[in-house]
């Protein structure tokens, strides 16, 4: 089973430009979450997405945005991009069945803002 | 806003000891996550609690749920090399119509052969 893809891996934008990140669950997984890690924050969730709803959401600004398609793939955008926007952002896809909840992160998408 | 105070920050222990590390914060949480992340690696879902009191292992590691459900703890029991990393806790507070996962700082093991 194919894991958890995002793409790009790598990605160099400049301030006030926007991004578009995508991400790949694992295949019959209809959950896709979005996280921003960075060495001063730490870990921190954007949003989550189920069946194209968002159902949860973190405490960003309305610049971080997202969406989910029909085949459970998903998109973050990030409008008018900000220095402090460089992180790694990591998707992750997951399911639940009764008690039994699994999920597994993507390698992350490199953002750096100039 | 909500935070979990996560410790240690770090630690440093021989092969073979047993670890602790706990969240606590001042809020409520729903479900407990428990996470190892490796260098240049997303990180791993290691245990999932639903239930304040509810004990969970996932083989040398053990998780628990805290019964007030503001704090959790996770402890490695018999200490090998490759539990090495950063792990981090997180917690599911849905306050609002939607909810929102709060992430601790994390504790990063090193662990000594």
């Known amino acids: 089973k194919a894991g958890v893809t995002q793409t790009p891996r790598y990605l160099i934008k400049t301030r006030g430009q926007q991004v578009t990140l995508s991400c790949s669950p694992i295949?019959?997984?209809?959950?896709v979450s979005w996280y921003q890690q960075t060495p001063g924050q730490g870990l921190q969730f954007l949003f989550e997405y189920f069946s194209e709803t968002q159902r949860n959401k973190g405490n960003f600004p309305g610049r971080f945005s997202g969406r989910q398609f029909s085949n459970s793939r998903s998109e973050m955008n990030v409008s008018t991009l900000e220095l402090g926007d460089s992180a790694l952002y990591l998707c992750?896809?997951?399911?639940?069945?009764?008690?039994?909840?699994?999920?597994?992160f993507g390698p992350g998408t490199r953002l750096t803002v100039t | 806003g909500q935070q979990l105070n996560q410790s240690p920050q770090s630690m440093f222990i021989q092969e073979g000891e047993d670890v602790s590390m706990n969240c606590t914060s001042s809020s409520i949480f729903n479900t407990w996550l428990w996470y190892k992340q490796d260098p240049g690696e997303g990180p791993v879902l290691l245990i999932a609690?639903?239930?304040?009191?509810e004990l969970t292992s996932n083989g040398r590691l053990t998780a628990q749920f805290g019964i007030t459900r503001k704090d959790s703890f996770l402890n490695i029991s018999a200490s090998i090399p490759s539990d090495v990393g950063i792990y981090f806790c997180?917690?599911?507070?849905?306050?609002?119509?939607?909810?929102?996962?709060?992430f601790g700082k994390g504790t990063k093991l090193s662990v000594k052969p």
């Open positions: 609690l639903y239930k304040a009191g």
């Open positions: 997180a917690g599911w507070n849905y306050g609002g119509s939607q909810g929102n996962l709060i």
């Open positions: 295949s019959g997984h209809r959950s």
């Open positions: 992750a896809s997951s399911s639940q069945h009764g008690r039994v909840y699994e999920q597994y």
